[in-house]
Structure formats: structure tokens, C-alpha cells
């Protein structure tokens, strides 16, 4: 299933010009969670760009993929793919966190199109996706048989009606819940369930498995009965193939977990360097000169 | 015998938990969009769900913070969830959860939350700070039923109504059988179980039972006094408070729970904001409960907390005196 150099570099492209904008929301707030929204850059690129089933102009379509950002703080990312996407006007790029805007502070859903689910307490999203998972086998279990096969319905669905996609931080999995979800997810054989943690190694008190260690990660995903695997998460050729293989299982009753390494704040030196979880200020316009300097204005 | 309202007729004592089980199964079999999630604590009309729609019965373990969000994901997709457990797990436990995943985009589920003031589990279970903790939370509708048959009618009407319901399910002691069974039960309007117009007491959930006996009381003595079933204590019927404070002048509520932020309080807003009238709140002081033996008979936490027919009649009786008293300032 290798992807021709052309969808790579196209993607690439785009994930520039989403980093573009993203420098754009942060000059104009002064204030974001800069590092977690730019380790997340190519994984949400490559869901809109190229993976998800999803049509821009009808947000609400009933058989639409659906998203939940878990790390609903690192909606900047989001946002400024839904703008290059026209279901944001661009204008809304200059209104994050203020007043009245559709840019809220955290990812919600009623306030801003395009979005699935409402954020912000972390740990949550996981749980979400696998109630929207469980809906789309009731869904299926509904639907009239289809009259012009006499093929069992089984053998016809290599495809789900949906499927659901959740994007997990590495340190809300010191969350509790978040195994909840994970067990859960794994007794109702929810296949049609694609978690994506964005492992970038750094929460806002330091490194994350300091913290509270989550290591051994994959064993622990694996012990839980999911289908596991790990990527770089700013490769866009392995995200693209991950991707496209975790679909493909659909249909061997595992819950899919990709775990994809990331650096905190990728692409920008400053932010790198200082693992920025929110920032400020000196940080967030030093951080957005060198990204520009780097990638251009838009 | 005193005279009630036309579809009030007062009978034996009857669990609450049978009235929330016929509703259950009637709403379920109406509707199949209603998803029984269950958190190991069994489940109203649990029978009926597994010999008819086993598909429909979700079972997420002793683990609410995701049953209460699964609940919210179903729910986003146009399904009806309703969740059972004790207060405390259902709603307590992830309050957080129903605040961000539920409320927030008034997704439309149902929490199902057992035991209130008084039972024998004690105070992890007894968890009388329910109404306090859920009257805050923006979009939640809250229902206490009085009794079986207006459980039975609640549950039939949560499961109409779209959007967040909290619904307070009584564990013990059983009330009485109060209403007929053509009691139209309204979400969201006060209920006058009894006219009378010496004072009105107002009361949710158990203490319906309480107030009733407390009101045949008080006829002996000579006092006319109206009751009101609050069964939904939020959005509050503003109007029959006001019209009670107009008309009958003294204001006591009634409530098996804590007196912080409960009916009580929602009450005096309305009546300090409205119309100022003499107000006593019956409920439970600031403080947790306790085990005890809950029988009609023998209610030992009744005792305890003072919410017998006789502590509710000699309220009203010092309601009636806090006017006279204030009057005569005047």
C-alpha cells in the first residue's frame, strides 16, 4: 500500500500551510498551547488532508468519520485545518480566545463547526469515541438488510458506516479513566475505533513519564486487548500507512491503537527547546518568528 | 379526612423502585433508541430489557466516569441513554464528567441515581448533598418523585423530554400511594396535592408522605394548609411559589435532603426575589448521614433528623406564628 511520492509531498505542502495559520492564531492571541498543538501538526494533516471521510461543506453528515480531540487544548491545530478546509471563515484565525468567537479556548462542539466533541477536562475523549464507535454498531445492527444481495450482511461490511478517531495526549493517560475507556472498548470489540496519543514525552510539569510513568505504553494497550503499533508521528508516509492499515483491520473485533512519537512543539527551536505546554508573551512571539522564518507567512 | 385534589387518592405504601421499573419498560418498549447502561448496579426493568432487547443493555462495570461519557457518546448520535447506579457513583463520582460530556452540549441522557437521606448502607450511600451538587449544574433537569405511581409517570416523561435529567430514585422507607392513576404528571410544574389556606407546605420526594400525614395533623388542631408536590426541583415552578406566598402567606419546605442548596433554598430565592413571605425549611442541618432502621414502623434516622409528619406540623405551626410575629411589627 505504499503512497506515491506525489500524496506525500502534497501533504507535506499542507502541513506547512496548517503550521502557517496556526502561527497566525498565536500572533494574534499572544497566549496557546503551543507545544502540544505543533507535536499534532502531521497526524491531524494527514486525518483531514487525506484519511478521514469527511465532507467540509456538510459538517453534520450523518456518515461522516468522527474526530475527538481528547487534548481538546490543542484545538489551534484543528482550527487552523478547518479554515484551510473553508469550514471556517478565515478571518475567525485573528479571534481565538476572544469573546463571541468560534475559536473557544477549548475544542467545542456547539460553538464551532466541525467539531465533535467538547474538551478540556482531559482524560474524557477516549470514552466519547468509543460511545460514538458502540452507536455506529447499533446503527448497523438497524439498518434493513440490503435487498439486492442475498450475500449475509457480514461478508458485505468491510467498511464501517463511520468510524471514530480519538486523539489521546500522553500524559491525560495518567488519567484512570482512560483505561476505563480502554477496557471498555476492547469488551464491545469496538474495530471501528482508531486512537491516535500523541506521545511527545512532556506534560506542563516536565517529562511525563517523570511524572507518573506510563512505560511500558505499548504492553499496557496491548494487555488491555488492542491492536497496537508505533510511529514517528512527524512522518507523514508512516502516518499515512498506519493509517490506512489500522482501517484495513476492520473487522477483527480489536480496538486499534497507534501510538505516535512526537517532540513537543516540533518545528519551532524555541518551543522545543523549552518543552512549551502553554505559553505567553516573549515565548509565543520568539516562538512564532522562528516558525515563520522557518515556513513562511501565510 | 381531609379533602384533596381530584387525581390524589392516599393509599398503602408502595415502593418507589416499582414505579421506576414499569416506567422504564414502558418508555423502552415506545422507544428504541433508549440504551439501559448499567454500572454494576443492576437496572429498572432489567428483566423485560433482557428478554426483549438484549442489544440495548450496556454494561460498563464499577466504572462511572466512563459509563457517564459512553452515555454522552451514544447520546450524540441520537440515542437515549439512561444510566442507573447509587447517586453517589452515577452522579457524584463523575460529576466532572456530566458537567464537560453531558451538559455542556445537553446531550440528551438520563442519570438514574438511588438512595437519598436515609437507609441502612449509611453515609457513603445516604447521600443527601444530591440536589445541592446537581441544582448547580447548568441544563440538568432534577426530579424527585413522590411516589409509585408519579415515578412511573416521571419516567415515561424523562424519556420524552430531550435534553439532561437527573432523576432521584428513593430507596426507603416506601411512601405512600398518593396519586390516582390518571395523575397527569407534568415536567417542571408543582403539583397542589391539597388546598388550604393557612399555609402551604411544599415538598419533593419522600417527604410528600410526611407532609400529608402533617397535614391531616394540622386539621385536627384547625389549621387549613396547602401542599404542593415539587417533584421537579429544577427549572422550579416559580409561579405556584409566588401564588402560594400570596395566598396563604407562610412557606415550609420539605425535603430528605441536605437543606444546603436543596428545594429549601430554591424556594427562598424565589420568595426573597418575588414575593418576601415567612419561610422554614425542613431537611437535613449541615451534616452527613447515618446507618439506621428504616421502617415505617420503627424509622430511626426519621427521628434522628427530624423529619417526621409531627417536625413538619409544628413547622408550619412556627411558620404561621413567624407571620403573626412579623406582622405585628409592621
Not at chain 1, 492564531?25 to 478521514?52: C, K, R, W
Not at chain 1, 476505563?180 to 514525552?201: G, R
Not at chain 2, 452522579?91 to 446531550?107: E, G, H, K, M, T
Not at chain 2, 420503627?298 to 406540623?313: C, M, N, P, Q, R
Amino acid at each position: 500500500m505504499a503512497h506515491d511520492e506525489k500524496l506525500i509531498s502534497e501533504l507535506e505542502e499542507k502541513a506547512d500551510i496548517v503550521r502557517r495559520n496556526i502561527f497566525t492564531i498565536f500572533d494574534a492571541s499572544q497566549m496557546g498551547h503551543a507545544g502540544g498543538t505543533m507535536s499534532l501538526v502531521e497526524i491531524v494533516t494527514a486525518l483531514y488532508f487525506h484519511h478521514l471521510k469527511i465532507d467540509p461543506k456538510n459538517c453534520d453528515w450523518p456518515e461522516r468519520d468522527r474526530l475527538v480531540l481528547s487534548k481538546a487544548h490543542c484545538c489551534e491545530a484543528i482550527y487552523a485545518i478547518l479554515v484551510e478546509l473553508g469550514v471556517l471563515p478565515r478571518e475567525t484565525l485573528t479571534t481565538y480566545y476572544r469573546y463571541g468567537s468560534p475559536l473557544q479556548g477549548h475544542a467545542d462542539r456547539w460553538c464551532t463547526q466541525g467539531i465533535d466533541y467538547s474538551g478540556g477536562s482531559l482524560g474524557q475523549g477516549l470514552s466519547f469515541a468509543a460511545g460514538l464507535a458502540l452507536a455506529e454498531k447499533f446503527k448497523v445492527l438497524r439498518q434493513p438488510p440490503s435487498q439486492s444481495s442475498l450475500m449475509p450482511r457480514y461478508i458485505t461490511r468491510y467498511n464501517p458506516l463511520y468510524r471514530s478517531y480519538c486523539i489521546l495526549g500522553d500524559g491525560e493517560c495518567h488519567e484512570g479513566q482512560v483505561w476505563e475507556a480502554a477496557m471498555f472498548a476492547a469488551k464491545y470489540k469496538l474495530d471501528n475505533l482508531i486512537n491516535i496519543v500523541d506521545y511527545n514525552k512532556f506534560s506542563l510539569d516536565g517529562p511525563t513519564n517523570e511524572i507518573m510513568q506510563i512505560e511500558p505504553f505499548i504492553d499496557k494497550w496491548k494487555s488491555f486487548g488492542w491492536w497496537v503499533t508505533e510511529i514517528d508521528g512527524h512522518n507523514l508516509r508512516e502516518i499515512v500507512d498506519v493509517l490506512d492499515l489500522a482501517s484495513n483491520l476492520y473487522g477483527d473485533g480489536r480496538p486499534k491503537c497507534i501510538i505516535a512519537h512526537t517532540v513537543k512543539g516540533h518545528g519551532v527551536p524555541h518551543w522545543e527547546a523549552m518543552h512549551t505546554h502553554i505559553g505567553r508573551g516573549e515565548v509565543i512571539s520568539r516562538g512564532v518568528q522562528e516558525g515563520r522564518a522557518k515556513y513562511g507567512k501565510v | 379526612m381531609a379533602k384533596y385534589s381530584q387525581y390524589v387518592k392516599i393509599g398503602e405504601r408502595a415502593v418507589v423502585a416499582d414505579g421506576v421499573n414499569n416506567g422504564m419498560m414502558k418508555a423502552a418498549e415506545k422507544d428504541d433508541r433508549i440504551i439501559a447502561v448499567l454500572e454494576d448496579m443492576g437496572f429498572p426493568g432489567l428483566g423485560w430489557f433482557n428478554e426483549n432487547a438484549p442489544e440495548r443493555v450496556i454494561e460498563c462495570g464499577i466504572a462511572e466516569a466512563n459509563g457517564a461519557v459512553v452515555a454522552a457518546g451514544l447520546a450524540a448520535e441520537g440515542f437515549v441513554p439512561f444510566i442507573h447506579s447509587f447517586a453517589f457513583a452515577v452522579v457524584s463520582r463523575a460529576c466532572n464528567q456530566i458537567r464537560q460530556s453531558i451538559l455542556q452540549d445537553r446531550f440528551n441522557v438520563k442519570l438514574l441515581g438511588r438512595e437519598g437521606a436515609w437507609g441502612e448502607p449509611g453515609i457513603s450511600h445516604n447521600h443527601i448533598e444530591i440536589i445541592g451538587i446537581t441544582r448547580v449544574m447548568p441544563n440538568l433537569v432534577i426530579v424527585d418523585p413522590a411516589d409509585v405511581v408519579e415515578a412511573e409517570k416521571a419516567m415515561m416523561a424523562i424519556a420524552e423530554y430531550i435534553g439532561p435529567v437527573f432523576l432521584k430514585i428513593e430507596a426507603s422507607p416506601p411512601p405512600l400511594r398518593i396519586f390516582t392513576d390518571d395523575y397527569p404528571f407534568d415536567l417542571g410544574k408543582g403539583y397542589m396535592v391539597k388546598d388550604g389556606k393557612d399555609a402551604t407546605i411544599i415538598a419533593t420526594g419522600y417527604m410528600l408522605t410526611e407532609s400529608i400525614l402533617a397535614g391531616e395533623l394540622l386539621e385536627k388542631e384547625g389549621i387549613d394548609v396547602r401542599i404542593i408536590n415539587m417533584s421537579t426541583i429544577k427549572p422550579l415552578d416559580n409561579e405556584a411559589v409566588i401564588k402560594a406566598a400570596e395566598e396563604t402567606g407562610a412557606i415550609v419546605t420539605a425535603e430528605n435532603a441536605s437543606i444546603i442548596g436543596g428545594l429549601g433554598e430554591a424556594v427562598a430565592t424565589v420568595l426573597s426575589e418575588y414575593s418576601p413571605a415567612p419561610l422554614i425549611r425542613v431537611g437535613i442541618e449541615d451534616e452527613f448521614s447515618q446507618s439506621g432502621r428504616i421502617m415505617p414502623e420503627v424509622d430511626e434516622l426519621k427521628t434522628h433528623f427530624g423529619l417526621g409528619a409531627e417536625d413538619v406540623a409544628l413547622s408550619v405551626k412556627e411558620c404561621m406564628a413567624k407571620r403573626e410575629r412579623l406582622k405585628k411589627r409592621k
